[in-house]
Structure formats: C-alpha cells, structure tokens
C-alpha cells in the first residue's frame, strides 16, 4: 500500500496552466476522484500521476519519494484506460501476462496470478478469448484485470465506465468499488460524473480551470459545496438570496441564524438542495412558505416540480412521491433551516 | 424495364462499364499473351502455325534466363526491404507526428510521384554516373580516387526503384499505424514497458497489415517496372521486363517474349503468396 503525495503540481502547456499548483495527499488504500467538467486539468492531473506527462512544477511522492522524473514503466503504476486499450492481437491470458512478463516473473507464478486475478473479476474461462469476443463489460473487467495482476503501488482509472451503457455502469460502480476495498489498493479516479464520484470515493477532488476547488467527502461536497460553481457541478441546487442583517439571515424562507462572518447588509447565496425540504398541503397547519405547483416531472422513484415563489422566484423540489400535487396546487414548502448553506456574498453586494 | 428486373439488373448495369473495359483491354489481352507463349515463332511474322512447348523450353534450358528472373527477384525483395527500412520510420512520423510536419511530410512522400518516371530516371543519371554529381563530389573531396560504380548495375536500378516505389510503403504502413489506438502503447508503458518493447510487442505487430501491403505492393511493381532498369541498368544489368520488351520489340520474337512475360508473372505471383501465407500465419499467433 501506497501514499501518494501531490505538492504544488503545475502543468503548462504554454497557452497558460492546464493544473495550477494542486496539492493532494491521498492516504493509503483511499480512493479518491478527480471530478470536474472537461478541460478542468483531472485527466492532465492523472496522466502527471502516471508519467505520461512531465510536470512543469511541483512534486509527486509515492510514499515520499519523488517519482516526477520516473518514467512511466518505472512507477509501478496500474492504469485502466477510458477505452480500455486492451491488445487486441493477444489472448486475455496475453494481455494479463504482458506486464508480469515484463516484471521478468516465472511462467508457474504468472499462470498462477492469471487464474487469481480471473477469478477475481469473475472471468475464469475467458482465457483463451480475444478481446473483439467480449462485451465491454468484460474488456472492462480485463482492464482492471491487466492493471491489478501486476500488483502496483496505485491504481490509476481514468473515466474507466463512460463507453458504458447506463445500467453496466452502475453495477461496475459497485464491482470495482468492492474489489478496490478487498484488494486495499490507492486509487486515483477520474470522472466527470458525479453521481460516479460521489457513490465510489472516499473523497472527491473538484476540479475547475486548473485548481481545485474543493476536496472532501461526497456529504461534504454535496451539502457543504464551497461555493457556488461545486455546488451547481455537484448535483441540483437551488440558489435562495438572503440578507444579512441584526444576526439573522432573511430569505424568502423566513429568518436564519447568520452563519459566516459577513457584514450586516450583505446580501449572500445560499444552497438549499432539492431533497432537502418538504412539500406539504396549504390546509396541513404547520409553517412553510406558500408556493404555487408550476409542473412536476414523475420519474418512479421521485417526483421533481417546478415551484413558483409568491415573489416569482422558482424553487425546484424533489420529493418522494408518497403524496402528489397537481399542477396549479397550492403548497406549502417546508426547509428546515439547517438545510441552507451559506455559499458566499452576491458580489457588489458587500457592505 | 419493370421493378424487379432493374432491381436485378441495375447493379450489373454499374459495374458493367468498368467490368467492359477491363474485360476488352486487360483480360482478353492477357489470354491473348498465355496463347501466344504456346504458338510456333514465326519467320517474318508475329508467330508460325500450330502450337508447341519450344518457347518454354527454351526459357528452361537457358540458364541465362532462369538467371535474369532470379535476378529480378532479387532486385525486387532488395528494394522491398529498403522501403520497408526507410518508410516504416516515415510512415509512423505520419501517423504520429504533430500535424504541421504531416501535412508538409504528406507532399514530400508524396512529391517522386509528381515528376515522370523517364524524367526522374534521367535525374538518376545526372546523380549517379561516373562523372555525376555524387563520385564527382566525392572524389572532389578526396574520399575516392576512383568513381564508384553506381550505374550500369543493380545497385544503381535498387537505388532508383526505392526512390520511385517509396510511397507505395510509406501510404500503407501509415494508415495501418493510424488505425492502432495510440493508448494500447500507453496501457504497454504502464505495464512496464519501455518505448522500444512497447513498440515492438504492440505497434509492430499490430502495423503488420499495412506492412504486408506495402511490401506486395513495391515487390510487384518492382518486378514489372521497366523504364527505370532500362535507363539505369543500360545494357550491363537487365531485369526481365526489359528482356521481354527486347524480345517483343527489338527481336520480335512474340512467342518466346509471352512466354518470358508469362514465367515472370508467375514467380513473383508465387513469391506473393507464400509471403501473404507466412505473414498471415505470423499475424495469427
């Protein structure tokens, strides 16, 4: 096992920096994701972790030793490539004995990982296949196969589900989560999904431009975002404005306790997710701030509506769908208000 | 016409301008030239009545042919190779390299096939006759006291027909590296490979297919190209397509010449197949 530690890590390319100085330290057998939209530096980040590209600054330590200037094969590395890049002129067996074979292992002991490693991913018997005969869940498992036999310091994945179609991809999620766990290997996932990130990580890293913007568990990205762009990249959220005044924060959800240290007159954005609150009937007797049903989307297993606020703002609802409204009902929408989450002052609007 | 019949015969009626035109200037020439290399040679005329196995006799009995075709294999597998050697590093620039050297790399490899064969093998001459620019040069800088021979021999026909015949390498090979995702080099690195293993367990093997192509492709061109050994080779070194256009031309001996054609035609077709049957096998395993 393996602690990776990544200091001050710039790449550029020289149309300005691609990763602009991240640090992550990733401790032992801890799965964590780079999660960002496209262009973000996860991938860029990744390729520098595994040596395909050279960092222009910074330090990459595998238990404290410096690799930057280790050449791919020389890092340990397990890699599983978005298109799995499996050799398609050599055998499953081939293709997983390749780096044992490079590894200058004995062919008893590469016969003997390969059956393991096979009956790990649950494909014994697929030995002799070529890949062009296996579904993509199953080049998948291969892939994952060929980088784990060889037994590296880390794992590296990089959007490893995304050719996937969407029911694969889940139980992927699930099976390479469970054997990352049995195996107890460091992994670094990139994704641009974030439901991909937040069901397998320990802790996600989210990414934009270049820098990080928030590294923390998937509760803590999900309902403490750092600021508004985590939070809207995380999942939905709906934006409430609140100013601050007198100790208390007055949004169109009643008063909150003010949180943060910001100025009376301030006007702030607040995150209050979908889920968070409940939609309840205007004759019910409790509190909550009456809303009028602009539309609502069924889906199964939750319904979404679109609500409008009697000041015309709209506030979107997720809400099981034990009790539905019509659309045009009037509701009553119940926040807790420890559900909102102080992401920052509207700018211009600091006191 | 009704539905069904243009259904049936519409597509017969696509090919069929191609299908004549080979049909009447390439097939029925080519039977022409098998019946031809069984006729009597003629005394004064094309050929003499009757049918015989004189002219393949004659090709067998006479070690000087045998010879020459052997000669010709050669020159052909020697040029093969050295496209081969040259081209492959070319052609993965191409497929590989960034893209402002690939478009100027694409002309270049391109650019021998731009000029005419008689002229571009005139310029050979210029370069590599005794008094040409390559021993002048050489011998102006006191390297050689001599000139080399570099005309006149199959050095000289093997340094032209690479020239002319590197492209039908280079294009091939290219598009067989561009059909392998760069990321299975990348999957062999993180396995522990370095550069040179990576290319030679991934990339090469899978480049195969183009080089097959490339290779059948030179050979054969080789073996039928004829203004260029004819130039180069003068009247010291001749391939067989020279001899059998002396034949027909010169000694008008249309049998005997058919039957060279046809001994040609046949050897390199032979040494074609057993090549794409070992390369094929070697794909395989």
């Known amino acids: 096992m393996t602690e990776v530690s990544i200091e001050k890590l710039t790449k550029d390319y020289g149309q300005g920096p691609a990763v602009n100085g991240i640090s992550i330290r990733i401790a032992e057998g801890e799965f964590i994701s780079l999660l960002g939209p496209s262009g973000c530096g996860k991938t860029t980040t990744l390729k520098m972790i595994a040596g395909f590209e050279d960092a222009t600054e910074g330090a990459i330590r595998f238990d404290g030793r410096d690799v930057v200037h280790v050449p791919v094969e020389k890092r340990d590395i397990g890699m599983v490539f978005q298109n799995y890049a499996l050799f398609p002129h050599m055998t499953v067996e081939k293709n997983l004995a390749f780096g044992l074979e490079m590894r200058k292992i004995s062919k008893a002991e590469i016969r003997e990982r390969i059956t393991k490693v096979l009956d790990m991913v649950q494909l014994a018997g697929y030995a002799e296949r070529y890949p062009r005969q296996l579904s993509g869940g199953q080049q998948q498992r291969v892939a994952l196969a060929r980088a784990l036999v060889i037994e590296p310091k880390i794992l590296l994945l990089d959007e490893p589900l995304a050719n996937l179609d969407a029911k694969l991809r889940e139980e992927m999620r699930v099976f390479i989560r469970d054997l990352q766990r049995r195996v107890g290997i460091t992994t670094v996932y990139v994704t641009h999904d974030q439901a991909e990130a937040m069901t397998m990580s320990d802790r996600v890293v989210v990414m934009f431009g270049g820098r990080i913007a928030q590294i923390g568990t998937p509760s803590d990205i999900y309902e403490r975002p750092s600021n508004l762009e985590v939070a809207e990249f995380v999942g939905q959220v709906n934006i409430i404005r609140g100013k601050v005044g007198s100790g208390t924060i007055s949004t169109p959800f009643g008063n909150l306790p003010a949180a943060g240290a910001y100025a009376d007159g301030t006007e702030i954005m607040l995150a209050l997710r979908p889920e968070a609150v409940e939609l309840l009937p205007v004759n019910s007797g409790t509190s909550g701030v009456p809303a009028k049903v602009r539309s609502s989307y069924y889906s199964g297993s939750l319904v979404d509506y679109r609500l409008d606020l009697a000041d015309g703002a709209t506030v979107n609802v997720q809400t099981f769908p034990r009790t539905r409204f019509a659309d045009g009902d009037e509701v009553l929408i119940h926040a807790p208000v420890d559900r909102f989450w102080p992401l920052g002052p509207i700018r211009g609007t600091e006191a | 016409m009704n539905v069904a019949a243009k259904k049936r015969f519409g597509p017969l009626l696509l090919i069929a301008p191609a299908a004549i035109l080979i049909g009447v200037f390439l097939v029925l020439p080519y039977l022409n030239i098998v019946v031809m290399s069984f006729r009597m040679p003629g005394q004064g005329t094309p050929y003499g009545p009757g049918f015989t196995l004189v002219n393949y006799g004659k090709f067998f009995s006479d070690i000087f042919y045998i010879q020459q075709v052997a000669n010709t294999l050669w020159i052909g597998f020697v040029t093969t190779l050295a496209c081969l050697i040259l081209g492959y590093p070319v052609a993965w ?95 062999a690195r993180s396995l522990g490979a370095s550069k040179a293993t990576a290319f030679r367990r991934i990339t090469l093997p899978l480049s195969l297919p183009g080089i097959q192509a490339g290779s059948i492709l030179v050979f054969v061109l080789s073996l039928s190209a004829y203004v260029t050994p004819s130039l180069i080779g003068g009247l010291r070194v001749k391939t067989m397509a020279v001899t059998v256009v002396d034949a027909l031309i010169d000694t008008f001996q249309w049998p005997f010449g058919s039957a060279l054609a046809l001994m040609l035609s046949v050897t390199g077709a032979i040494v074609v197949v057993v090549f794409g049957r070992l390369t094929v096998m070697k794909w395989k395993a």
């Open chain 2, 93 to 187: 620039q191409l497929a590989r390299g960034n893209s402002a050297f690939r478009a100027m790399g694409y002309g270049l490899v391109l650019s021998p096939l731009l000029v005419g064969i008689v002229i571009r093998s005139y310029g050979w001459t210029i370069l590599l006759g005794n008094n040409g620019l390559i021993n002048r040069t050489l011998m102006g800088w006191g390297i050689i006291d001599g000139p080399l021979p570099l005309m006149y021999n199959a050095l000289g026909i093997v340094i032209a027909l690479v020239h002319v015949f590197l492209p039908f390498m280079i294009l091939p090979i290219m598009s067989a590296i561009q059909g392998i995702d760069p990321s299975l080099e990348a999957a």
